[in-house]
């Protein structure tokens, strides 16, 4: 990520991305600039406030415009309108960069993508991936034109004095590969266990946003980083692992315990993860029944 957005990033450019990007695209587009002032930030999701951020920056860039956003959110699930944002791009004549970690394997007819998925991978300008997702491995990727890959890579400083992922990873990642494009029935079923899971939250009064990845993340009452990790510790103990996420990520007064459910898991599993947040609700007594507006207002786009 840090080297990608460093090597098409020069001086007088100036870097769009959406509120909600991710902390390595954050660091990357810092590091990218000799001034902040060149980093404008558009609020998540919302393609009015994108076009606004965009028009004011046509009106004093002296250089190009480098737009940034992810695919999947990978904290909360939602996706990028990347057909939006791609319209945009275009007429104000920027470079889109796409951060689909969460997407690649898992969204589009093959597992291309989420510019798969929404019809427009030939309008990204450069789609940046990871094999540490769908693929279970490391490594990444960042795919464009070929002048443009040539450019990356002979000016990408992380890269310079890196060395290849070890052949083992290769060899495997080639079979993995493989899977993903002929993964239909695991796509198909991965999803079915998304919302079979998110569904059965529901029923217990937890607040789960409808996102159209697979990732399920469920918000409850709180705040508190401490109490948090005790409900954690409570899940995991019941064999639910779950990720939390506080402030600054997600608004004040509430955590949000982050699940990506795969196509191995079946109805005992989801029936285990259920029940352990029913004994979450019931022993903690958690009061689910309050307004959640402030996460809409964030995460509601337009």
Known sequence: ??????????????IVMDKLCHASIVDAARGAVEDRKSIRIFRHNDMDSLEKTLRQVNEVRKKGALLLTE???????????????????????????????HGFGVMGKTGGGMGEYMGV???????????????????????SRGDVVEWIHYNARTQVFAKSLPMVYV?????????????DARRARLFQVSRKLADGLRQ???????????????????????????????????????????????????IMFRMVPTASHNDTDIETTVEAFKNLR???KLDLDIDWSVVEKLYGGD
Request: with cysteine; aromatic share 12%; net charge negative.
């Open 171 to 183: 060899k495997s990642l080639q079979k993995t590969l493989e899977f993903v494009r002929n993964g």
């Open 121 to 143: 991978q030939d309008q990204i300008d450069i789609y940046l991936g990871t094999f540490a997702k769908a693929f279970a491995s490391i490594g990444g990727f960042s795919a």
């Open 282 to 284: 019931d022993d903690k």
């Open 1 to 14: 990520m840090i080297g990608t957005i460093s090597a098409l990033v020069e001086k007088d450019d100036i």
């Open 204 to 254: 217990l009064g937890f607040y789960i946003r409808k996102v159209e990845s697979p990732i399920v993340p469920v918000f409850v009452p709180g705040g508190d980083p401490v109490v948090a990790m005790e409900w954690i510790s409570y899940l995991r103990e019941k064999g639910v692992f779950v990720s939390g996420v506080a402030y600054p990520v997600i608004p004040k007064k509430c």
């Open 71 to 101: 695919g999947v959110y990978g904290m909360t699930g939602d996706t990028a309108k990347l057909d939006s944002i791609c319209e945009l791009n275009d007429k104000y004549e920027a470079r889109l960069f796409i951060d689909d970690a």
